[in-house]
T-cell receptor, first 116, second 113 residues
Framework: NAGVTQTPKFQVLKTGQSMTLQCAQD?????MSWYRQDPGMGLRLIHY???????DQGEVPNGYNVSRSTTEDFPLRLLSAAPSQTSVYFC???????????????FGSGTQLSVL | EDQVTQSPEALRLQEGESSSLNCSYT??????LFWYRQDPGKGPEFLFT???AGEEKEKERLKATLTKKESFLHITAPKPEDSATYLC??????????????FGKGTKLSVKP
């Protein structure tokens, strides 16, 4: 059981480039989400999904795109990278319990992204 | 104004020196409060969920408590392996619908041998 797997671990982009951060989970979790973590700030939710074909915006969605075609995968796309998107990105998944879908999050190990 | 405030930002303890971390919140309807541990270069790892004032949860040297406005993470006789950043998060209750998690900035704990 690998849990939540994120690739790549590190990435350097130039301003204006696009890329996709990959996230896969093997726990059959319905809920998946993307967070960014910046120095001096708490984790902030970018996008989330409560099941295949269903996505919604979080607190800081601008500049990011997501889709959920399978239960296992939830990629995050940066459409045109900007220096403000330099951050550490975490993918997380969760199961449903007593009607709550994000009670206990399982996080990946993160992707450190630098945009020059 | 931050909805979740953790204090102190950093805490240095000697091995065996017990202390507490604080998480205060200002959300109007609390559905749940969560504690996570994060080691350098890794994703957060779930520790506890608390739902109502007066509730307590324990795991090894850690004990989490909850009041109507704050939570404490008590660390008893800490060891160097307890060194990590501890994150607090709250989930609001929007008229029966659940909100997303709101994370605090964390408390970085260092335990020296």
């Amino acid at each position: 059981n690998a849990g939540v797997t994120q690739t790549p671990k590190f990435q350097v982009l130039k301003t204006g480039q696009s890329m996709t951060l990959q996230c896969a989970q093997d726990m059959n979790h319905e809920y998946m989400s993307w967070y960014r973590q910046d120095p001096g700030m708490g984790l902030r939710l970018i996008h989330y999904s409560v099941g295949a074909g269903i996505t919604d915006q979080g607190e800081v969605p601008n500049g990011y795109n997501v889709s959920r075609s399978t239960t296992e995968d939830f990629p995050l796309r940066l459409l045109s990278a900007a220096p403000s998107q330099t951050s550490v990105y975490f993918c997380a998944s969760s199961y449903s319990s007593a009607g709550a879908w994000n009670e206990k999050l399982f996080f990946g190990s993160g992707t450190q992204l630098s945009v020059l | 104004e931050d909805q979740v405030t953790q204090s102190p930002e950093a805490l240095r303890l000697q091995e065996g020196e017990s202390s507490s971390l604080n998480c205060s919140y200002t959300v109007s309807g609390l559905r749940g409060l969560f504690w996570y541990r994060q080691d350098p270069g890794k994703g957060p790892e779930f520790l506890f969920t608390l739902y109502s004032a007066g509730e307590e949860k324990e795991k090894e040297r850690l004990k989490a408590t909850l009041t109507k406005k704050e939570s404490f993470l008590h660390i008893t006789a800490p060891k160097p392996e307890d060194s990590a950043t501890y994150l607090c998060a709250v989930q609001e209750n929007y008229g029966g619908s659940q909100g997303n998690l709101i994370f605090g900035k964390g408390t970085k704990l260092s335990v020296k041998p």
